[in-house]
């Protein structure tokens, strides 16, 4: 199985910030990697797929970017709903694996 | 609008079993690859297993492998998931996903994303 690692655990960021999730799989899986928001209580919500393509009606400032084993996730401009936990998961093959997650939380 | 609604879940003793089930609207689900993905709590996302469109192909986490089964029907649009001797580890939020997928042009292969998801069903496995 493919395992995925999500750097850091947590994080600790202020309204305004540009903040940078970055996530490692244990091999190649080209572009096969999806970005996810949950907030407590929560649905995952899909924010980014194919490593870069924007999902319809997430805002401009998530942009995703990587491939082969090392992608990341950036929030250019944090904002006050963006703090959430992000997960990263890879459809590459089965079974298809997420990373453990990214806690942002507000500084 | 689009939408997925689970139901179910509960409270059931080691060993037992529930029948987990999700309702899509406002879509046809037949045209999809539906998934479930649970949360044990405090803990991260875990893919549980998904079911091709016309419900030939499945497939399932080591974890979950002949205990759980996933079946649908696409006449009531719905998706279900069968869980058997289950165990106190079994214990999370259980989410159903449909599963979509994006040709780049020019290429031949698809990239796959849950991009719709149902709110959650509890199911709690203690005595």
């Known amino acids: 199985d493919i395992q995925m690692t999500q750097s850091p655990s947590s994080l600790s960021a202020s309204v305004g910030d540009k903040v940078t999730i970055t996530c490692r799989a244990s091999?190649?899986?080209?572009?096969?990697l999806n970005w996810y928001q949950q907030k407590p209580g929560k649905a995952p919500k899909l924010l980014i797929f194919a490593a870069s393509s924007l999902q319809s009606g997430v805002p401009s400032r998530f942009s995703g970017s990587g491939s082969g084993t090392d992608f990341t996730l950036t929030i250019s401009s944090l904002q006050p709903e963006d703090f959430a936990t992000y997960y990263c998961?890879?459809?590459?093959?089965?079974?298809?694996?997420f990373g453990q997650g990214t806690n942002l939380e507000i500084k | 609008e689009v939408q997925l609604v689970e139901s179910g879940g509960g409270l059931v003793q080691p060993g037992g079993s529930l029948r987990l089930s999700c309702a899509a609207s406002g879509f046809t689900s037949s045209s999809y690859w539906m998934c479930w993905v649970r949360q044990a709590p405090g803990k991260g996302l875990e893919w549980v297993g998904n079911i091709k469109q016309d419900g030939s192909d499945k497939y399932y986490v080591d974890s979950v492998k002949g205990r759980f089964t996933i079946s649908r029907d696409n006449a009531k649009n719905s998706l279900y998931l069968q869980m058997n001797s289950l165990r106190a580890e079994d214990t999370a939020v259980y989410y159903c996903?449909?599963?979509?997928?994006?040709?780049?042009?020019?290429?031949?292969?698809?990239?796959?994303?849950?991009?719709?998801w149902g709110k959650g069903t509890t199911v709690t496995v203690s005595s």
């Open positions: 091999q190649s899986i080209s572009s096969y």
């Open positions: 996903a449909r599963v979509n997928s994006w040709q780049q042009l020019g290429q031949g292969y698809y990239y796959y994303y849950m991009d719709v």
């Open positions: 998961q890879e459809s590459y093959t089965t079974p298809v694996t």
